[in-house]
């Protein structure tokens, strides 16, 4: 299913680039994860490892300091081990299990990255997490910390969405899946840090723009629907999980799942169009903020089909 989906889609029509510090920023970013305790057995190290998130990050953020490359990779580390922990533990299996972490996470996030304040009883996910709270903080620009922050609680109360649809196995329609997936599939904080590369970018007024927004959502769609075709192999082999763009496709339409997937991809591929179209309009307007802010989405979009391509992760 895997040569199926990447035959189906259209490959990304923007340059594939790659940080130089990649493999350096990769050794970091795995030796961080082990001092904060978010791994702590071989088994767990080797699986970091393959997850490749420093290499996801190096395409995503092929032009930024290396510090702030670092502070992506590891943000990336955190989302993968949460996912894991949720979709392959049996943390994310009932909403009981995961709303105490949840609880903890939340209250380091309502800490803004206080470096006066101590993560107690958040575990290694919240040592972590405040970590990475602390040092967006450094960066003295309290927007991008404030979206980070926002956009982080989005993603944990979505997965306790996750959560009930799999104690109650029930397969979410397609739209509301499509919606859910733009905050599950932690796109949005990604795309904060990274922009946070950038020295120049649009100010509020000009991010609220409906079509600036609406590019924004496209791009986070573009991300996590590539996620869900690569990764449907790998799910479907193992525990079944409803959330895939595959999945519940094919429970609202009755479709098989080679149907599903083409349809998918089909998705997939028109909104691929419909991006470039509206990328194409707000690049004519020549406002080079609203050209940097573009170019993170049109990274991430090229990064994850690359980074797709060759990740294990979902071998």
């Known amino acids: 299913m895997r040569s199926f989906a990447v035959a189906a889609l259209r490959e990304p029509p923007y340059p594939a680039r790659r940080h130089p510090a990649a493999a350096v920023i990769a050794e970091e970013s795995v030796g961080w994860a082990r001092e904060c305790g978010l791994v702590a057995t071989p088994a767990g190290l080797r699986r970091l490892r393959a997850a490749g998130a420093a290499e996801l990050a190096a395409r995503a953020c092929p032009d930024g300091p290396a510090d702030r490359l670092r502070l992506l990779a590891d943000l990336i580390t955190w989302l993968f081990v949460m996912d894991d922990a949720c979709d392959e533990d049996g ?50 620009r309290p927007g991008a910390l404030l979206r980070l922050i926002s956009q982080l609680r989005e993603y944990l109360l979505a997965l306790l969405w996750e959560a009930a649809n799999r104690e109650h196995r029930r397969v979410p329609g397609t739209e509301e899946y499509v919606q859910m997936r733009r905050h599950t599939g932690g796109a949005r904080p990604a795309f904060t840090l990274t922009d946070l590369s950038r020295d120049r970018l649009p100010d509020a007024a000009r991010r609220t723009e409906p079509a600036l927004a609406a590019v924004d959502v496209l791009a986070a769609d573009l991300v996590c629907w590539c996620n869900d075709l690569f990764s449907y192999g790998k799910e479907r082999s193992t525990a079944p999980d409803p959330h895939n763009l595959v999945t519940t496709i094919g429970g609202e339409t009755g479709l098989g799942e080679e149907a599903a997937l083409r349809a998918a991809a089909d998705r997939y591929n028109a909104a691929l169009t419909a991006y470039a179209a509206r990328e194409a309009a707000l690049l004519a307007s020549g406002d080079e903020a609203v050209d940097a802010y573009l170019a993170t989405r049109r990274d991430w979009i090229r990064a994850t089909y690359d980074w797709s391509l060759a990740a294990t992760r979902y071998a």
Do not use: E, N
């Open 91 to 140: 943390l994310g299996a009932s909403p009981i299990r995961l709303a105490p972490v949840v609880a903890a996470l939340l209250t380091v996030l309502d800490r803004h990255g206080d470096p006066a304040a101590a993560p107690a009883g958040a575990g290694p996910l919240g040592v972590a997490l405040d970590d990475v709270c602390r040092r967006v903080r450094a960066q003295r």
